[in-house]
């Protein structure tokens, strides 16, 4: 019984996020979309517990919801790294080799097409179609970050900023 409540405990604690979500945009089901986005910014993805519960809080089928996070290439349905990756492989960037770029990532964090995210959920690698800036080829965004004319060796230096910069906040929170 009392592993039952520790769990509900921990579920209220890990929707209070949603619920503000929702409060904030009046429980309208015609702002789904807009609640999804925030949903996925403070998570990162939206899991099925998650679809669930806002489906239930807008009373709308879960279906709708599934369908919208499912059409919009935007929304995950999987965990992502704290950091994303985003590189694209759009005919300008292909060209000027992006894919020296992905492989080095994928070797470097021990990734692969199947495994896009680090066991830690550091990081995540995303191939997009185009960022929209053809000029900076091979180009890629961290986090909301862009960086044009991009090497294998800019993106190992910007993994290990990103790692010494995690390890001083650990070392700082200690």
Known sequence: MKETIEKSK?????LAAVNEILAKNNHDPARLIAI?????????YLSKDVISYVATSLDI???RVYGVATFYAHFSLKPKGKHIFRLC???ACHVKKSHSILNMLYKRLNLNDEKRTT???MFTIELVSC???CGLAPVMVVDE?????ATPEQAS??????????AAQTEKAI
């Open 89 to 91: 492989d759009g005919t």
């Open 61 to 63: 089928p879960v279906a």
């Open 119 to 121: 066991d830690d959920m």
């Open 131 to 133: 960022l929209g800036a």
């Open 145 to 149: 970050a862009v960086h044009g004319q």
């Open 157 to 166: 230096a910007l993994i290990d900023e990103i790692m010494a910069a995690e």
């Open 10 to 14: 921990a579920m209220v604690q890990h």
């Open 36 to 44: 999804l986005q925030e949903v996925q910014e403070v998570y990162k």
